[in-house]
C-alpha cells in the first residue's frame, strides 16, 4: 500500500538529489483568473516534469541484483525521461517503450540521459504486452508509469512540499487542482495532503473527452475513454484509471474536472507571460481549470506539472491572446 | 555606501515580501555547455526580474511623507516594473518615464501593477532630463534604475541567496555571470559575495557593441557605447557604467564578457527545452556565456535576469536550433 509512511520514505531517498520545485505566484495572473493562484512548479524539476520523483523513488527502492539488471518503463514521455535519469544516475541498464508519436523532444531527451529507446504504435500495439515481454526476455524490472506503490510514492512528495510550502503562503485551506493521467500523481498527492494538511483537497483535472477519471470519480467505477488519441494534451492521455490510484482518489479526492485544449493553449500563454514558464500542454491543464472553471476555491492551488514541449506546438499557445496579456489580452491598462 | 550592512537591512525589508528564487541545473544543458552550469533563475522573480528587489529595497526604505508623495523611475521596462509593483504594494503613487520602443508587455503591465506611465523617445530625448522636471513638480522622489544605494542593495540580495544556495550544491569557488546594464545588479552582488562566499567572483556580461562595462574595466575609467541602440538585448542597453557601481565592480569583477544577439537567442532555447524558463534576450545574456565563453570556471554559475518578452521575440528563439536540443541540436542522441 502508498501510504504517507512510504511518501515520507521516498522524501528521503530523494533528498539532495531532485530538488524541491518552487509554489510561484504573479500579481497579473490572479486578476486574469479573478482569483489568488499559486502555481507548484514542477516543470522546473529535473528532466522538466514531476516523472523524476517517481522514477528515482522506484530505481532507489530496488535491491542490488534488480538495479544491475536493469529497469523498462513505457511512456509517452516524461516516465520515460525520469526512469532514463534515475537509471542512469543509479547505474542501471534502462529500456524505454515509447509511442512512435510521442513528441520528438521527448525521444531524444530519453536518449541523452542514456536510455535504449524503442519505439511502438499507439493504435495498433499494446504497450503493456510488449513492456512485458522484453522484461522477462532481459530481466529488466517494469517500471509502470502509475500503478506502482513506489512512482505513486515517489509522486506524493509533490503533495508533503506543497504541504509545507502552502502554510508558509498562510494557506490551510484550498483546492488543489493536478492534472491527470493514470493518477499517480494525484493520489500521491492526495495521501501526502490527507496527513499532512488535510484542509488542501486534490481535485484532477483532465482534458475534455479524455476525462476517464472524472467519469469514474462520478459513476463510483472505472471508466475507459472513447478514444486513444485526438488531445494536444499527449502527456495524460490514459485509457482508464489506475486501479491502485483509483480507490485513493474516490477516497480523498473532490469531483474532477475537465478542461479544452483552447484552454490548455491559454494556460500556458498565461504561464509564458505571467510566470516566465514554459509548460507543456497535459502540464498546463490544471492552471487552465485555475483560471476557468468556475466555483474553485480561492486561494486555488494549481500542479503545473511539466514543460517538455516542441517548440512548434509552443508556439501555438504564443499566438494566442494571452501570451501578450496586458497588450491585447484580457488585463485591460 | 552601499556595503553588506545594506544589503542584510534590504534583505530583511524584502523577507515574506518577494520570493527566494531557485538555483536551477539540468543534466542535458551540462553536456550542452560542456561543463556544470548552475542557473539562478530570477526570471521567477515577482514582476519577472531581479528588478523587483531594486524597486523594494528603494521604495520601503522612503519615509512616510516621501512615500506618500510618490516615487518615479524611468526605465526600459523591468525596473519599472518592479519600482510600480513595490510603490503599489505600499500605497505611494507612481509615475513610469519609459522609452516608446520599449517592449509592448512591458509597457502594459507597468500599467496593470497601477502606475502612470509616460512614454519618451530614446533617440531624442534625455531620459534624466525629462525625469528630474517631473520629479520636482510633483515632489516625486527619483529612483535611478542603478546609481541608486538602496537600489544596489536590493540587488545585492540576489547574491545573499547566491551564497546559501552554491554552498548548498557544495560549490565553494565559481564565477558567477551576471548581465550587466548600469551595473546595478552585477555591484550588489559582488559586494554580497565577497563578505559572504569570497570564493564566488562577479563577471559581467553585456551584448557585443554594447559592452561599456567590459571596456571600462579593461581601460581603468567608465567608457562609453558608440550607439544607443541596436541589439535585441533591449533591458541592458545603457551608455555607460554607474558612477557608483563602477568601482565596486573595478574592485571585485573579474574581466567582462561579451556575446552576441545570436548566442543570446541560442541562450532563450536552450533555457527553454532545458530548464523550461522563459527568458528575455538581455536575461539570457549571461547564460549565453556560460554557453559560449571559453575559459570559464567549472562548475559556473549564470543569473538569469529577466522573462518579460514579447511573443514574437520569443518565437524567433524557438526557431533556434538549440530550442530543438536532442533531437537537431547539438546533443545528438
Known amino acids: 500500500m502508498t501510504d504517507i509512511a ?3 520514505a521516498a522524501s528521503r531517498r530523494l533528498q539532495g538529489h531532485l530538488p524541491v520545485t518552487p509554489l510561484l505566484h504573479a500579481p497579473l495572473l490572479d486578476r486574469l483568473a479573478g482569483r489568488r493562484v499559486f502555481v507548484k512548479a514542477e516543470c522546473l524539476q529535473l528532466t522538466g516534469s514531476f516523472k523524476a ?39 542501471s541498464p534502462c529500456v524505454i517503450l515509447m509511442p512512435s508519436d510521442a513528441p520528438a523532444v521527448k525521444i531524444a531527451n530519453s536518449r541523452a540521459y542514456g536510455a535504449e529507446v524503442i519505439l511502438y504504435d ?33 509522486q506524493g512528495t509533490v503533495g508533503l512540499e506543497l504541504a509545507d510550502q ?25 495521501l501526502a495532503l490527507a496527513a499532512r494538511s488535510p ?21 463510483g467505477s472505472r ?23 483509483f480507490p485513493i482518489l474516490q477516497r480523498l479526492a473532490g469531483p474532477g474536472l475537465a478542461v479544452t485544449d483552447d484552454q490548455a493553449l491559454a494556460a500556458m500563454a498565461a504561464a509564458f507571460s505571467q510566470l516566465r514558464l514554459v509548460l507543456e500542454p497535459g502540464g498546463a491543464v490544471a492552471l ?39 497588450i491585447g489580452g484580457r488585463i485591460s491598462p
Not at 483546492?175 to 491527470?180: D, P
Not at 503545473?304 to 517548440?311: E, K, Q
Open 223 to 245: 471508466q475507459v475513454n472513447p478514444a486513444a488519441r485526438g488531445s494536444i494534451c499527449d502527456a495524460i492521455l490514459t485509457p482508464t484509471p489506475g486501479e491502485l490510484t
Open 288 to 326: 487552465a481549470a485555475a483560471l476557468f472553471a468556475p466555483g474553485l476555491s480561492d486561494p486555488v492551488i494549481a500542479v503545473a506539472t511539466g514543460g517538455n514541449v516542441d517548440p512548434a506546438r509552443f508556439a501555438d499557445a504564443l499566438a494566442h491572446p494571452d501570451a501578450t496579456n496586458g
Open 122 to 154: 499507439r493504435e495498433s500495439e499494446d504497450r503493456e504486452v510488449i513492456g512485458g515481454k522484453l522484461a522477462s526476455d532481459r530481466g529488466l524490472t517494469l517500471i509502470r508509469p502509475y500503478d506502482d506503490l513506489e512512482v505513486m510514492a515517489g
Open 6 to 8: 512510504r511518501i515520507e
Open 53 to 91: 520523483r517517481g522514477g528515482w523513488a522506484a530505481v532507489s527502492a530496488l535491491g542490488e541484483a534488480e538495479r544491475r539488471r536493469g529497469v523498462i518503463a513505457y511512456s509517452s514521455g516524461n516516465h520515460a525521461q525520469g526512469v532514463a535519469l534515475a537509471a542512469h544516475r543509479h547505474g
Open 199 to 219: 484542509g488542501l483537497q486534490v481535485r484532477t483535472v483532465e482534458p475534455v473527452g479524455f476525462d476517464d477519471m472524472a467519469r469514474s470519480l462520478a459513476h
Open 166 to 190: 502552502a502554510r508558509a503562503e498562510g494557506i490551510d485551506r484550498a483546492e488543489v487542482l493536478v492534472c491527470c493521467g493514470g493518477g499517480g500523481l494525484a493520489s500521491g498527492i492526495a
